[in-house]
């Protein structure tokens, strides 16, 4: 039972154009969501986040928006880069103040030059 | 200021034995979890911890023991080893916000 998913395991962008990296949930409650991107033999770190209260957020070159409606998150990468090739997941967490998350199983991202 | 710091970084055991993965972080966070990845699952949550001394389950704890006797060290052992253990491991902490900082993981082999 899968209750975050990314469905695209991979995704190949031309470097200058848009990256769009999208992720699925089933369960209402998530009131937070975020990105992490993940380096070959790293831990990963946090990209980006947004609350269940907006339906958007920027941060530089990369946006989150969220469509609660469709319980549907989705990141933007423009102008992507090279040195954005990585595994990216999404996660969720639910308020019950643990700050545990669920994750999605990740899309790797190459960007080719 | 290493913030948090896994060790080993690489393991090889075999079916059977017990294995303890360390896990050291010098922010003094809070929360501490334990996340494995593996192909097709992601991140899945092993244990988590809130603070010293309480800890609590997460979506696959089975065959997986933790203890967190010091706020900074979260160690994770595996009693008797399997070879469906074999995976990467990733330690997290957190100071009671929304983000969470990860480990550079351990890949653990159990033959």
């Known amino acids: 039972d899968q209750q975050v998913k990314q469905n695209s395991p991979s995704l190949s962008v031309q470097e200058g154009r848009i990256s769009i990296l999208n992720c699925d949930y089933t369960?209402?409650?998530?009131?937070?969501f975020l990105w992490y991107k993940k380096y070959p033999a790293e831990g990963p770190t946090f990209l980006i986040s947004?609350?269940?209260?907006?339906d958007k957020n920027e941060d530089g070159r990369f946006t989150v928006f969220l469509n609660k409606s469709a319980k549907h998150l989705s990141l933007h990468i423009v102008p992507s880069q090279p040195g954005d090739s990585a595994v990216y997941f999404c996660?969720?967490?639910?308020?019950?103040?643990?700050?545990?998350?669920?994750f999605g199983t990740g899309t790797r991202l190459k960007v080719l030059a | 200021d290493a913030g948090i710091t896994q060790s080993p970084r690489y393991k090889i055991t075999e079916t059977g034995r017990q294995v303890t993965l360390m896990c050291h972080q010098t922010?003094?966070?809070?929360?501490m979890f334990w996340y494995r990845q593996d192909l097709g699952h992601g991140l899945r949550l092993i244990y988590y911890?809130?603070?010293?001394?309480?800890?609590d389950k997460g979506e696959v704890p089975d065959g997986y023991v933790v203890s967190r006797s010091k706020t900074e060290n979260f160690p994770l052992t595996l009693e008797s080893a399997t070879r469906s253990q074999t995976s990467v491991y990733f330690c997290?902490?957190?100071?009671?916000?929304?983000?969470?900082?990860f480990g550079p993981g351990t890949r653990l082999t159990v033959l």
């Open positions: 997290a902490s957190n100071p009671g916000t929304d983000t969470q900082y």
């Open positions: 996660a969720a967490s639910l308020p019950s103040g643990t700050y545990k998350y669920i």
């Open positions: 369960n209402s409650m998530f009131d937070y």
């Open positions: 947004i609350s269940s209260i907006k």
């Open positions: 922010w003094s966070h809070s929360y």
């Open positions: 911890s809130a603070a010293a001394d309480i800890t």
